[in-house]
């Protein structure tokens, strides 16, 4: 507080001030720059061509907003169950398929959404292989013979978008079991609480805050996602926001539904954290006492076993062998000479925004540690806001600034020099990878700073006090501790850059392809067949980095004990 | 200049552009290419921007996304790399001349291959192929003679025959607004409304989607461009769709049938423009305009141009002779309009 009186008064002052604290000062510049793209989308929405609201109100917003926690809603709730519930099982009792489905569990992450939609569209429509099957066993002839679920509709896209995002959930709510004291869970059994009653009444409550973020994630997910609702039909804001963009031509009134789902979105997660604001838990220091496993009767074992075959089976096996199915008959048409280097601009850029993103995530959280509030503080969580956005609009926010610099350099040279310098960053891979991180930061920051939230303040008192730099104390006590988190964060960046499909369509570089900007040229003519082989490589590249996930998951309780 | 080097400097040029442009995308250093932003799928141009490159020696780069290049290139400004901006509606070639990202062309030849109504009246736009919106209706269900024009699928006989895509896909907005350029709002409205009420569900899939349903027996017409009956006849899993329908060609008896086009400007910035309009030429030439048609099941814009043997198959039409310059006046109206109707719920 006396730093902030002499802030205002004198610049000199200001400035020693951060000089002096090179974490802050670092903290604030990268922040901000991250933040860019975001406030850029702000910007854009102080200038609409027209007044979008009136017309909205008076027809289709009611209905857009109403979709849109109804989609909300059920995504939360389906992707909470299945997670929670499946985390809780494999980590806590002992049944057929345990092992295998620690890690299987993880796998539907690796497919993409429109991919999944797709796929059953294909499946489950009127000429679909079920309805056919169902035709030829009944003897029905025509539609109005019986009745069939519609796929594209509101429950088709909660089904679909909650088999492939549970995992961020699943992955955090584990973690978190993972690391819960056994001794708690034996005083709760000693107290006489059932197995069920200790998950409600201790494993649940310490696991929130993780869970917490893997929620927000899905909710965030299913927000700005396009594709899979514009295939089934259902009409969101985000439908409304690329009408108002594309339609009207109106990109100022689309940064304005932008903005506003950014404040829905962070307004739920301030009301999360403000109703734990009492809840603290630090990690004691030794978990000498290792995870003991329930045995299950066999009955129970069973169904145990079905329901994380569930979701397996659903979200993963279905999805594969049908993408296979397509791959191999329409091989030629898949394979082509350039199939190769797709791949290699898809993996290689993925491994180079997974690790920007890790830097730049542990540099924030732990600044943030360092600082637990102020303006700083604020920074770090605006910067980590990309995620809630439309990716195409979160890519017009990132063209903003980039092309703003560059123009501003040139005209500099052009001034000075009377040499063009052109375009330096726009149009590049650095724009490519800016996008990413920015987009992606929310994942890994997430599940970075919940698990430094867990490392009790003792340590870094215990560091600096033996006279540690803030540095070194990052180095090696943090890091090292919480390594697991930081792997699984840059496993689940690699996955979701594998997957980005609208920031690199807008952003990329001239005759760049990802296998993802490959699939879509198809895909978004409805036209997924052609090119399956395509997608089966972004699912099987995904692969290899989940169950990576999951092994590092595993360990963070053997490495404790 | 470039082709009194010998081969081997030629290519040393380019790969020294090529990587020169791939730290700092500065074109400036590369003068034998041209480089297009393309709302269309790249695999549908391809096949001939390589003609193209085969005769010229001109390389052609492509950046293709469905949305987004228009901003793009104004936030890039006069440092665009970008030369020419392709497009797949009227609607899209409206939104770059009103960014002002794209500059006027006078041009003999292109004005000699394009017919006045496919092209802006300021050179600011160029069709490059035409895509009837026909009417595609059952074989078995529907009598040749039932349905004749747009209006008539407000007729109460197709309640609950109707298939269609979203009210706000591109095509069907530049239909509508043809409809208000027709018509007028209050008429084209109440069209719309009875249209409504005749689908056989709420509208969505592709164009493709729709046909497959009528040949599922879900619904007896739909909508849909030219060229997917085209693509459907010769894939092997969806020639059964398309050889359960019959292609109309709507309104020949008055107006004739809705017209909408691909398209290309030249942008602001077009660095390479002696280039880029040797493109922009290359593709209004006969071979060009052939291609599109043999691959894409198109229609030729040049007059004069065979359109392929299938495409000619299935008969010639008359279409709407209005510029759509003009109907994509309307097209803001006509998104509000399906908004009021409630359309695609």
Same mark, same amino acid.
């Given at each position: 507080?006396?730093h902030?009186?002499?802030l ?6 200001r400035l020693s001030y951060w000089v002096k604290n090179p974490w802050l000062a670092s903290t604030a510049l990268i922040a901000a720059i991250v ?138 709510? /584990?973690?978190?079991? *993972?690391? &819960? %004291? ?8 000693? #107290?006489?609480? !059932?197995?069920? @009653? ?78 734990? /604001?009492?809840?603290? *838990?630090? &990690? %004691? ?8 496993? #329930?045995?299950? !009767?066999?009955? @129970? ?58 830097v730049i995530g542990t540099l924030l959280a732990y600044s943030a540690r360092l600082n637990s509030s102020g303006p700083v503080n604020a920074m770090v969580?605006?910067s ?61 920051s997430?599940?970075i700073q919940?698990?430094l939230?867990?490392?009790?303040p003792?340590?870094d008192?215990?560091a600096r006090?033996?006279g540690a730099s803030n540095t070194r104390t990052l180095l090696k006590i943090h890091l ?82 | ?345």
């Amino acid at each position: 507080m006396t730093h902030n009186a002499t802030l205002s008064k004198h610049p000199i002052a200001r400035l020693s001030y951060w000089v002096k604290n090179p974490w802050l000062a670092s903290t604030a510049l990268i922040a901000a720059i991250v933040s860019l793209p975001i406030f850029a989308v702000f910007w854009l929405a102080l200038f609409p061509k027209d007044n979008i609201w009136p017309h909205l109100l008076e027809t289709v917003l009611p209905d857009y907003l109403a979709n849109t926690a109804m989609l909300m809603l059920g995504t939360g709730a389906l992707s909470l169950c299945i997670g929670v519930g499946c985390a809780w099982l494999v980590t806590m009792y002992r049944f057929p398929g345990r092992r295998l489905f620690e890690w299987a569990l993880l796998l539907p992450f690796a497919v993409p959404a429109y991919v999944i939609a797709y796929v059953y569209t294909d499946l489950l429509e009127y000429s679909g292989l079920l309805q056919s099957s169902l035709r030829s066993w009944f003897g029905w002839q025509t539609p109005h013979d019986y009745w069939f679920p519609p796929i594209r509709s509101m429950g088709g896209a909660i089904i679909m978008m909650s088999l492939v995002l549970y995992p961020y959930i699943y992955m955090l709510a /584990r973690a978190a079991f *993972l690391e &819960q %004291p056994m001794a708690l869970m034996w005083v709760s059994r000693n #107290l006489g609480c !059932s197995p069920l @009653k200790t998950f409600f009444k201790v494993s649940l409550p310490i696991a929130r805050p993780a869970i917490a973020v893997g929620l927000s994630l899905v909710l965030m997910e299913t927000l700005n996602d396009f594709g899979t609702v514009d295939f089934f039909a259902v009409k969101t804001l985000t439908a409304g926001l690329y009408d108002t963009w594309l339609n009207m031509n109106n990109i100022g009134g689309a940064s304005q539904i932008a903005s506003l789902m950014l404040i829905v979105m962070v307004t739920l997660i301030l009301l999360e954290q403000f109703s734990r /604001r009492k809840q603290k *838990l630090f &990690q %004691p220091k030794n978990q000498a006492q290792p995870l003991e496993q #329930l045995p299950l !009767s066999k009955g @129970k074992a069973l169904a145990a076993t079905s329901v994380c075959a569930f979701p397996v089976i659903l979200g993963f096996i279905i999805p594969v062998a049908s993408l296979s199915h397509f791959a191999w008959l329409y091989f030629e048409q898949s394979w082509t000479s350039e199939f190769v280097t797709h791949a290699i601009n898809s993996f290689s850029l993925s491994v180079a925004a997974a690790i920007a993103t890790l830097v730049i995530g542990t540099l924030l959280a732990y600044s943030a540690r360092l600082n637990s509030s102020g303006p700083v503080n604020a920074m770090v969580k605006i910067s980590s806001l990309g995620y809630a956005m439309p990716g195409a609009v979160l890519a017009i926010g990132v063209i903003i600034p980039l092309a703003a610099f560059d123009n501003a350099v040139d005209s500099w040279f052009r001034q000075t020099f009377n040499v063009s310098t052109g375009l330096l960053l726009s149009g590049t891979l650095f724009a490519l990878l800016f996008s990413y991180v920015v987009r992606f930061l929310a994942v890994s920051s997430g599940a970075i700073q919940s698990s430094l939230d867990k490392v009790t303040p003792s340590m870094d008192m215990a560091a600096r006090s033996l006279g540690a730099s803030n540095t070194r104390t990052l180095l090696k006590i943090h890091l090292p501790i919480i390594s697991g988190s930081l792997l699984t964060a840059m496993l689940v960046v690699f996955v979701d850059c594998m997957k980005e499909l609208p920031a690199t369509l807008i952003l990329r570089p001239f005759n760049f392809e990802t296998l993802a900007t490959y699939v879509y040229q198809y895909a978004s003519d409805e036209q997924l067949e052609t090119c399956a082989l395509a997608a089966l490589v972004i699912v099987l590249v995904g692969i290899g980095p989940v169950i990576l996930l999951s092994k590092s998951i595993a360990s963070t309780r053997q490495r404790q004990s | 200049m470039l082709s009194k080097l010998s081969a081997g400097k030629q290519r040393f040029l380019a790969g020294l552009s090529l990587s020169v442009s791939a730290i700092v995308s500065a074109p400036v250093f590369a003068s034998n290419e041209v480089n297009v932003y393309s709302y269309r799928q790249p695999f549908l141009i391809q096949p001939i921007f390589n003609a193209f490159t085969r005769d010229t020696g001109i390389k052609v780069n492509v950046v293709f996304a469905k949305k987004g290049l228009t901003e793009r290139l104004v936030r890039e400004g006069r440092n665009s790399p970008a030369d020419l901006v392709f497009t797949v509606d009227i609607g899209s070639l409206e939104e770059v001349v009103s960014a002002n990202v794209v500059q006027s062309l006078n041009d003999p030849i292109l004005e000699k291959n394009i017919p006045a109504q496919y092209r802006s009246p300021t050179g600011q736009w160029f069709g490059l192929t035409t895509r009837a919106r026909a009417i595609f209706a059952s074989k078995d269900r529907v009598k040749s003679g039932d349905i004749t024009n747009y209006e008539d699928l407000a007729d109460p006989k197709w309640k609950g025959k109707v298939c269609s895509r979203s009210g706000k896909h591109p095509y069907n907005l530049a239909l509508i607004a043809s409809m208000i350029a027709e018509h007028g709002d209050a008429y084209t409205e109440q069209w719309l409304t009875a249209v409504k009420t005749n689908l056989a569900r709420k509208p969505q899939g592709n164009d493709r989607e729709q046909v497959k349903a009528i040949k599922d027996g879900l619904c007896d017409v739909s909508l849909g461009n030219s060229y997917y009956y085209g693509a459907m006849l010769t894939d092997e899993e969806q020639f059964e769709w398309a050889n359960a329908v019959n292609i109309i060609f709507p309104n020949q008896s008055n107006r004739g049938t809705h017209v909408n086009i691909s398209g290309m400007s030249l942008t602001q910035s077009a660095p390479n423009k002696e280039n880029a309009v040797r493109l922009m030429h290359f593709l209004t030439e006969d071979l060009a305009q052939r291609m599109y048609s043999e691959q894409n099941f198109e229609y030729p814009i040049k007059p004069g141009v065979q359109a392929s043997g299938l495409v000619t198959s299935w008969g010639s039409y008359k279409a709407d002779a209005r510029p759509l310059s003009e109907i994509a006046r309307f097209r803001p109206d006509a998104v509000k309009m399906v908004d009021r109707v409630g359309f695609d719920n």
